[in-house]
């Protein structure tokens, strides 16, 4: 019902008026099956259930208990840059409701990092496990030190760090996943981090990336990731691609696609990584997971946990519950005890 009315009002308003329902609590709770089939972790990090919400949905951390009370496992806020910025001209998010996708092209809209991390500290640490993801101001001279100057500030506020190098809106902002300036990033950043932790473990860092990478920079970036150990990867971010399923009044609108049509692209791409990786880094499977069969087959790919966004503007709040239902009933059917032992069947590895 909400969710119908929510179609009506124009797409950046209806998220508005989304965030305000969860803010107040106007959107009922629901708990998802449990299930011991379905306990999952990464990156140490342990979760009843493997579906957290996806980074972009809530970026300044406003309505962080309503969407832990819609049953997802864990949320991640952000992306967030050091200084606040208003992103892009509207209209910059359109949706593709027949395709169940969306284009947007916001631009990293956020309050800025002083804004997140006053949210943070006044939150309830049993809201939790909750993600940062970090980006760069537009105007940045100095990308890598608008990184560090975010993971410094959100560090211990939140349970892992996630790397946004992969939002196609922020121009310049993919080429940090070349091999050189990966490696330079990651090298700051992990530096950063084993200070912060003073000899205690680390929070958790992951690197969020494109899913539009060509298969030399996939093998590239997963030795750079390797190489200076990142703990995890998020795959992946939205597609600058237009597959024909799009109309054709929105093939020439920039930004990127996400939802079911990215599913296959994302899941494939997963698989890639998986096999990169060997099996040894967690990965986060996210893009067009709409339905339980869309959540198994990222398990079967390689993914320890998983992220949505674009299903929760269509399907409404019973969402999480329905998909996490259905991934159990799958796992049953197939004879798995433990989500880990589908993880990456699919890979031939
Ligand atoms: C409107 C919108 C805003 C987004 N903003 C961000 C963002 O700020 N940072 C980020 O890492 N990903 C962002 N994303 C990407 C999502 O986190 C996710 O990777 C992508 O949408 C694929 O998942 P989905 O098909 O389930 O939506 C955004 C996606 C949408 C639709």
């Given at each position: 019902m909400l969710t119908r009315a929510l179609q009506l009002l124009p797409p950046e308003s209806a998220h508005g008026a989304a965030l305000w329902a969860l803010r107040r609590g106007?959107?009922?709770?629901?708990?998802?099956?449990?299930?011991?089939?379905?306990?999952?972790?990464?990156?140490?990090?342990?979760?009843a259930h493997p579906l957290g919400l996806a980074a972009g949905f809530d970026k300044n951390a406003a309505a962080v208990p309503g969407l832990f009370r819609l049953g997802f496992s864990f949320v991640e806020v952000g992306t967030v840059t050091p200084r606040p910025q208003a992103g892009n001209p509207r209209p910059r998010l359109f949706r593709?409701?027949?395709?169940?996708?969306?284009?947007?092209?916001?631009?990293?809209?956020?309050?800025?990092?002083?804004?997140?991390?006053?949210?943070?500290?006044?939150?309830?640490?049993?809201?939790?496990?909750?993600?940062?993801?970090?980006?760069?101001?537009?105007?940045a001279k100095d990308p890598v030190a608008d990184y560090v100057a975010c993971l410094r500030?959100?560090?211990?506020?939140?349970?892992?760090?996630?790397?946004?190098?992969?939002?196609?809106?922020t121009p310049g902002l993919r080429e940090l996943q070349g091999q050189a300036r990966l490696d330079e990033l990651l090298g700051a950043l992990i530096e950063?981090?084993?200070?912060?932790?003073?000899?205690?473990?680390?929070?958790?860092?992951?690197?969020?990336?494109?899913?539009?990478?060509?298969?030399?920079?996939?093998?590239?970036?997963?030795?750079?990731?390797?190489?200076?150990?990142?703990?995890?990867?998020?795959?992946?971010n939205t597609t600058i691609e237009r597959p024909q399923i799009v109309p054709r009044r929105y093939r020439d609108e920039p930004g990127g696609l996400s939802?079911?049509?990215?599913?296959?692209?994302?899941?494939?791409?997963?698989?890639?990584?998986?096999?990169?990786?060997?099996?040894?880094?967690?990965?986060?499977?996210?893009?067009?997971?709409?339905?339980?069969?869309?959540?198994?087959?990222?398990?079967?790919?390689g993914a320890s946990a998983l992220q949505l966004y674009t299903a929760l503007i269509y399907r409404g709040p019973r969402l999480v519950s329905r998909i996490i239902g259905e991934l159990d009933r799958l796992l049953e059917l197939d004879g798995y005890a433990r989500l880990g032992d589908a993880r990456g069947v699919d890979t031939g590895t």
């Open positions: 106007l959107v009922p709770a629901v708990t998802p099956p449990s299930s011991p089939r379905l306990a999952t972790s990464f990156c140490g990090i342990d979760l593709l409701r027949a395709q169940q996708a969306l284009i947007n092209r916001m631009g990293f809209n956020n309050d800025g990092l002083e804004a997140l991390r006053a949210r943070l500290m006044e939150r309830d640490p049993r809201w939790s496990p909750l993600g940062a993801n970090i980006g760069a101001n537009r105007d500030g959100l560090y211990e506020l939140v349970d892992y760090v996630a790397i946004n190098v992969s939002s196609p809106n950063a981090c084993s200070a912060l932790a003073g000899g205690n473990r680390a929070r958790p860092l992951l690197l969020k990336i494109a899913p539009d990478l060509a298969p030399d920079d996939e093998a590239a970036l997963a030795e750079v990731a390797l190489a200076r150990g990142v703990d995890g990867l998020i795959v992946a939802g079911a049509p990215l599913f296959l692209k994302s899941t494939e791409q997963l698989g890639r990584f998986y096999r990169l990786t060997g099996g040894k880094l967690p990965l986060i499977g996210v893009g067009g997971i709409l339905r339980g069969a869309d959540a198994y087959a990222k398990i079967r790919a």
